[in-house]
């Protein structure tokens, strides 16, 4: 609560003016899974045109043409997880957890993935900050949802797992503060995400992934040997 009323005077302005640009819902309602696999609805700004999801496609690169011009702004600031305090509010969500995924996602689950389905899903946490730019990895990809599952999915879900393994008071606290030095500085929490992954005695592997100095690679989500060859839904 406290947290929508410090945001109010962010939040409600661009809600106007989402509003404004088409005099459609300023929210979306984006239907995820939640907490032993409970769909539940999550509050987002709209950034996209309406009815963007009919198109069939779940993850979003930067150059979709689906993203409105003010679209492109709230999703560079991230202000459409502001709105999710909503769902933190009522229970939905956490300030930290592994972020929510689509049904479609979740069905391709395998066993050692569905431990992420054992709490709350969160606004932030490890891979938010290292993957904020989700979209620009997903730009101009011919398939996105696959690229997703090959190149995004595969750490996302460790570090997922990891976070659930290791997740105490500090750490939240850690990953919120991060979590707000990476809008003003993706470089330097990078940085704080590196260090408090070696505090955690985290692998090689996923510390240079974290990095992200490297190109993505296409690699198995956890608990598989196969790179996903196709996103059957």
């Given at each position: 609560?406290l947290?929508?009323?410090?945001?109010?005077?962010?939040?409600?302005?661009?809600?106007?003016?989402?509003?404004?640009?088409?005099?459609?819902?300023p929210?979306?309602?984006?239907?995820?899974v939640g907490k032993?696999?409970k769909?539940?609805?999550?509050?987002?700004?709209?950034?996209?045109?309406?009815?963007?999801?009919?198109?069939?496609?779940?993850?979003?690169?930067?150059?979709?043409?689906?993203?409105?011009?003010?679209?492109?702004?709230?999703?560079?600031?991230?202000?459409?997880?502001?709105?999710?305090?909503w769902?933190?509010?009522?229970?939905?969500?956490?300030?930290?957890?592994?972020?929510?995924?689509?049904?479609n996602?979740?069905?391709?689950?395998?066993?050692?993935?569905?431990?992420?389905l054992?709490?709350?899903?969160?606004?932030?946490?490890?891979?938010?900050?290292?993957?904020?730019?989700?979209?620009?990895?997903?730009?101009?990809?011919?398939?996105?949802?696959?690229?997703?599952?090959?190149?995004?999915?595969?750490?996302?879900?460790?570090?997922?797992?990891?976070?659930?393994?290791?997740?105490n008071?500090m750490?939240?606290?850690k990953?919120?503060?991060?979590?707000?030095i990476?809008?003003?500085?993706?470089?330097?929490?990078?940085?704080?995400?590196?260090?408090?992954l070696?505090?955690?005695?985290?692998?090689?592997?996923?510390?240079?992934?974290?990095k992200?100095?490297?190109?993505?690679?296409?690699?198995?989500?956890?608990?598989?040997?196969?790179?996903?060859?196709?996103?059957?839904?």
């Open positions: 609560m947290g929508l009323f410090v945001t109010s005077p962010i939040l409600i302005p661009v809600i106007i003016l989402v509003w404004f640009q088409d005099f459609k819902n929210f979306y309602i984006a239907k995820r032993n696999f769909e539940f609805n999550m509050i987002k700004l709209r950034s996209m045109v309406v009815n963007a999801d009919s198109t069939g496609v779940d993850s979003t690169s930067s150059n979709d043409q689906r993203i409105t011009k003010l679209g492109k702004v709230i999703r560079k600031f991230k202000l459409d997880e502001l709105s999710q305090l769902n933190v509010l009522v229970g939905d969500m956490s300030l930290v957890g592994p972020r929510p995924n689509v049904k996602e979740t069905n391709l689950y395998t066993s050692s993935e569905k431990k992420l054992s709490v709350k899903p969160g606004i932030t946490d490890f891979s938010s900050i290292i993957f904020s730019d989700e979209g620009d990895i997903l730009a101009n990809k011919e398939d996105p949802d696959l690229s997703y599952n090959q190149l995004i999915r595969p750490w996302k879900s460790r570090l997922g797992i990891i976070y659930i393994k290791k997740m008071f750490l939240d606290i990953l919120i503060l991060i979590t707000i990476a809008i003003f500085s993706k470089s330097f929490a990078l940085k704080l995400v590196n260090i408090t070696k505090k955690l005695g985290i692998g090689d592997e996923i510390l240079e992934i974290a992200r100095e490297k190109e993505l690679y296409p690699y198995p989500p956890p608990g598989s040997s196969e790179i996903v060859k196709k996103r059957t839904l």
